[in-house]
């Protein structure tokens, strides 16, 4: 039985190839920060299986401000702890039915803020949902890091900020 030629793969696939080999690694929880709102550090998961972000929001309050909607809402950045709490505020730009893991609906508001992991920025959509029964404050969805990362779920805690080294001091 005569087998067929191998055909090269499309031209068109060979830059996306190289384009995923170039994107950076994560791992499948990193610490992160949302400096529009104060939030120096809190740990998120990277779950590729959601859509969109998630963070833990209580006391969601709705307000128009100049004619948009607005929220305000409080957050608790440390795992495991009610303090501290930061408030935030932010703008809505849509309001979403959402399912969860365990099937279940929920309306929820959401919002955008700028994510920083490491030393990279960039805009993301969160919803506003109540994670204290969760084990992350933060879900990173795969549309947070579509095009810009790979995930590798055998390792954590991978994006590091690059340290400022001081010159040293030469004799000369």
């Known amino acids: ?69 607005f929220v305000r809402f409080l957050v608790h950045p440390k795992q495991r702890h009610r303090k501290p709490e930061v408030t935030c505020v932010a703008r809505v730009i849509d309001q979403r039915r959402i399912t969860d893991s365990g099937g279940n609906c929920q309306e929820r508001y959401v919002v955008r803020t700028t994510l920083k992991l490491g030393n990279s920025s960039w805009p993301i959509e969160l919803t506003l949902s109540n994670r204290d029964s969760m084990g992350f404050r933060m879900l990173i969805g795969r549309q947070a890091i579509r095009r810009r990362y790979v995930v590798d779920p055998a390792r954590s805690y991978v994006v590091r900020k690059k340290k400022k080294t001081a010159p040293k001091n030469r004799k000369p």
């Open 1 to 69: 039985m005569a087998r067929a030629p191998k055909t090269p793969a499309p031209k068109s696939a060979v830059p996306k190839l190289e384009a995923k080999a170039k994107r950076k690694k994560i791992g499948w929880r990193e610490w992160v920060s949302l400096p529009e709102w104060g939030i120096k550090k809190i740990k998120a998961k990277v779950d590729t299986g959601a859509r969109t972000s998630a963070i833990h929001a209580f006391k969601v309050m709705p307000f128009t401000k100049d004619g948009g909607a």
